[in-house]
């Protein structure tokens, strides 16, 4: 059993970054459903966020269409801010109801996943400049990712209608990078960073560069739709168990 995370997690990172190539994200999201049966659902989150660091520099020169700085900057700034406070809170919040609140926001999500296909049919010209409801936006979904894990469906629910699929892929990536090293850093000061952590992480990296290479080569066939319900299934099953387990340890 010891030996477990180390033979499952390099698949696990394989997976959640063949979705990332696919769509730009869900990469926290299939890294923390799954981890958390093998290392804890904290320790999970906490590696999800050291992957996404590399995750997303990595997805840097893939499919470089022009984004101004005027609009994504401020943006990311507000994922910052959000993520610094989001990975605050997870040091003080309780194992176990964390665990059943984790569990209650893959419920959510994967309703999301089944029901709220999001059709990213706006502009394909990058806005000129953030307005404060993108920067709020931005600043709520940073807050999920650093205390959850999951920070896609409010920006891909809101972004996706103004901008298309290439841009939408585009600001997730350059915004998931400072929210991530934002989030890692907090994770590291507050003592959540640990040596064992770290080395998952690295163990994951082949996984990762394989996953992005292979998803981005099917971003124009692959039928989203399906896949978003594969993984919405997938993640109701997850939510179940989180939930089943985290009930079972307050009761014990």
């Keep these: 059993m010891t030996d ?3 033979l499952c997690l390099p698949l696990i990172s394989l997976l959640a970054f063949y979705l990332k190539g696919v769509t ?11 981890s958390s049966f093998l290392i804890g659902p904290k320790e999970a989150v906490v590696l999800a966020s050291f ?5 997303g520099i990595s997805m840097l020169r893939v499919d470089p269409v022009p984004l101004k700085a005027r609009y994504w900057l401020p943006i990311a700034g507000g994922m910052v801010v959000g993520s610094v406070l989001g990975a605050a809170l997870l040091k003080v919040m309780p194992g176990a109801p964390f ?6 926001v893959f419920f959510a999500t994967s309703g999301w996943f089944f029901f709220k296909i999001p059709q990213s049919t706006g502009v ?23 205390f959850v894990g999951v920070n896609a469906p409010p920006l891909v629910t809101y972004a996706g209608k103004r901008l298309n699929k290439q841009l939408l892929r ?6 998931f ?6 989030q890692t850093g907090t994770f590291a000061v507050n003592g959540l960073l640990g040596g064992k952590t770290f080395i998952y992480g690295l163990i994951m990296l082949p996984g990762m560069a394989l996953g992005i290479w292979i998803g981005n080569k099917s971003f124009h066939k692959i039928s989203e739709v399906q896949f978003r319900r594969i993984l919405a299934v997938f993640l109701l ?10 009930i079972a340890k307050r009761l014990s």
């Design 170 to 175: 585009r600001l997730l990536v350059l915004i």
């Design 99 to 104: 665990q059943v609140l984790l569990g209650a």
């Design 237 to 246: 099953v997850v939510s179940v168990c989180l939930i089943w387990q985290g």
């Design 177 to 182: 990078i400072p929210a991530a090293i934002a």
């Design 4 to 6: 477990l995370p180390y």
């Design 124 to 146: 394909s010209v990058s806005p000129a400049r953030a307005n404060v409801l993108d920067v709020a936006v931005g600043l709520f979904a940073g807050f999920c990712g650093g």
């Design 51 to 55: 992957m996404n660091m590399f995750g």
């Design 24 to 34: 730009g994200t869900g990469t926290s999201t299939v890294v923390v459903a799954l």
